[in-house]
């Protein structure tokens, strides 16, 4: 049984927990998000600790869809808006999974509003990737895409690094798949360029995955295998894999 701890106590050990997982110290951050977890008194912020446990081992019973559907009561409750939009974006990823895009979008645009409201800059990104990545995958023809995908970063892109990151990604996935090389390689060295500042250790798994895509959409299969090599590497390293 956890030791009580004041909530703001708790907050801060869940704070340091993600800043740690995000920083590639994936053990160290798991460790303090299991002890925050465990903690009777401090609902909100055990429920975001399950949440994160849940998406750093999504093989693990009951997954991350489902540990959402059971916390986000717990976040509705508290009027949390970064649960709230953490869990939506749980709950859309699962339907991407399954291909299921058009279903997908009700959950990314609640995901999109409460980080909005919350002013939560990572959840914004991650909801608006995720959004990007349905446009990517899903049904919407490529050039109307493409417009999207443009759009919403016009609307969010503007002195929000991470957003940039993000959608830049697909976008130039898309622009991959109408041979569009130096659109999609301009996309993809911002990105590149952006997350080095930004120092994302998951970067280095995501970014040679898409740029491994955009390769072999423009016929380039050998440049494709060696990048994802690298990316399945990293993922190693880091222990995603």
Request: proline share 5%.
């Amino acid at each position: 049984r956890a030791v009580e701890l004041r909530p703001d106590a708790a907050g801060a050990l869940l704070g340091l927990g993600e800043v740690r997982v995000a920083l590639g110290r994936v053990e160290e951050g798991a460790e303090l998000l299991r002890y925050v977890r465990d903690l009777d008194h401090a609902p909100v912020e055990s429920a975001h600790a399950r949440l994160a446990l849940a998406v750093l081992d999504p093989a693990a019973r009951p997954g991350p869809a489902a540990t959402a559907r059971a916390v986000l009561p717990v976040f509705e409750a508290a009027g949390d808006a970064v649960g709230r939009a953490r869990a939506h974006l749980r709950l859309a990823q699962q339907l991407q999974q399954s291909g299921r895009h058009e279903e997908a979008e009700r959950d990314h645009a609640r995901a999109l509003e409460h980080a909005v409201e919350a002013g939560a800059e990572p959840e914004r990104a991650g909801a608006l990737g995720a959004i990007g990545i349905s446009l990517w995958r899903g049904p919407v023809p490529v050039p109307d895409a493409v417009e999207r995908c443009r759009a919403l970063l016009a609307a969010h892109g503007s002195g929000r690094p991470t957003v940039r990151v993000t959608l830049n990604c697909p976008l130039a996935v898309l622009y991959g798949l109408q041979d569009r090389a130096d659109d999609a390689y301009a996309c993809l060295a911002e990105a590149e360029r952006l997350a080095g500042k930004l120092g994302f250790a998951e970067a280095k798994v995501f970014l040679p995955v898409f740029r491994a895509t955009v390769e072999a959409l423009l016929g380039r299969g050998a440049e494709a295998l060696a990048l994802l090599g690298r990316a399945d590497a990293a993922a190693r390293r880091m222990g995603a894999a």
